[in-house]
């Protein structure tokens, strides 16, 4: 059994690996600003739920007390939160060290050094502070999460229309499979390289177009695909195929699975 710390414990991907942590018999203990409250769908009978802020470092020290390792799920998505990001990782990183914790896992984007994006950017930014750290890190990059293209199509569709950008296409994965993968990077033997990078994706390639249909098949909303040109960084991005690593599979969730599990809340 295993002591493990889940930075951002009650995320998406982060109670995931709470969720399998757990039913696979290790101590979790799970780090937020926000402790969610009994009931609530984030919470886990068997997760310890610490408060605490990365930007701040305040409640780390407790959340990391006796961890093995560390699974960095943290987000920062927007504005302040996303300039703060690495540092947030770094000093989770640095109480991480001091508290004697083993092993840091950071979940990150693929290949998104190659953008100039600035939500990339941020991203790698932080992988590169797991890359000097002096703990042993690993980060694992994912591909697009099924949701996310969803909520582009359920956005779009509340005016009828359904966006897909032109000469995009997606690998998705389901947070469970982006959980799985985390968890094995975090209790796998030791490594000769102190610092290890991977990758994880979805199960298949899919075209933005065969995805919108699919998601109007599966939740019955009404509205017309149309092809959009995305302009900027991410538009570059996907346009190159950077977001897609077509001979690697690893997800078994597929998309159109994914949405039939959620057809009543999509
Ligand atoms: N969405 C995608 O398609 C995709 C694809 C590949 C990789 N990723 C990466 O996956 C990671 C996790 O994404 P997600 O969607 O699971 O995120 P999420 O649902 O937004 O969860 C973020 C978690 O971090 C916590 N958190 C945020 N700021 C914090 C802070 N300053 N201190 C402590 N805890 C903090 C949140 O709880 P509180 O708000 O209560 O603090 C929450 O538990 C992100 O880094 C994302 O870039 C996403």
């Known amino acids: 059994m295993a002591s493990i710390c889940v930075a951002g414990g009650t995320g998406q991907v982060g109670r995931e690996v709470a969720r399998r942590a757990v039913a696979e018999g290790h ?24 408060a605490g802020d990365v930007t701040t470092g305040e409640g780390l020290a407790t959340a990391l ?27 989770l990183l640095a109480l991480a060290h001091r508290a004697g914790v083993g092993r840091a896992v950071a979940l990150s984007i693929i290949n998104c050094d190659l953008s100039t994006y600035p939500y990339y950017v941020s991203k790698a930014r932080k992988e590169r502070r797991y890359s000097e750290s002096p703990l042993e890190t690993v980060v694992v990059r994912a591909t697009q999460f099924h ?15 359904i966006p897909v950008f032109k000469g995009a ?30 990758t994880v994706v979805g199960p298949e390639v899919l075209t933005m177009r065969q995805m919108a249909e699919s998601w109007k098949a ?19 991005f996907l346009r190159a195929g950077n977001n897609l690593i077509p001979g690697q599979n690893d997800g078994l969730e597929t998309f159109v699975s994914w949405l039939e599990k959620r057809r009543e809340s999509l």
């Open 27 to 50: 101590k979790v203990t799970s780090l937020s600003r926000r402790v969610p409250p009994l009931g609530s769908e984030k919470r886990h009978d068997d997760v310890t739920y610490v």
């Open 65 to 91: 007390a006796g961890a093995d390792v560390v699974i960095d799920c943290l987000e920062g998505q927007f504005g302040k939160a996303q300039r703060k990001f690495a540092d947030g990782g770094a000093r």
């Open 147 to 161: 949701g996310l293209v969803a909520m582009i199509f359920a956005s779009g569709s509340k005016v009828r229309l």
């Open 169 to 198: 296409s997606f690998q998705t994965i389901s947070p469970v499979d982006v959980a799985k993968a985390l968890l094995d990077a975090a209790l796998e033997s030791p490594a000769a390289e102190r610092h290890r990078l991977r």
């Open 218 to 236: 599966v939740t019955g909303a009404r509205g017309r695909i149309v092809e959009v040109p995305l302009p900027g960084a991410m538009g570059d």
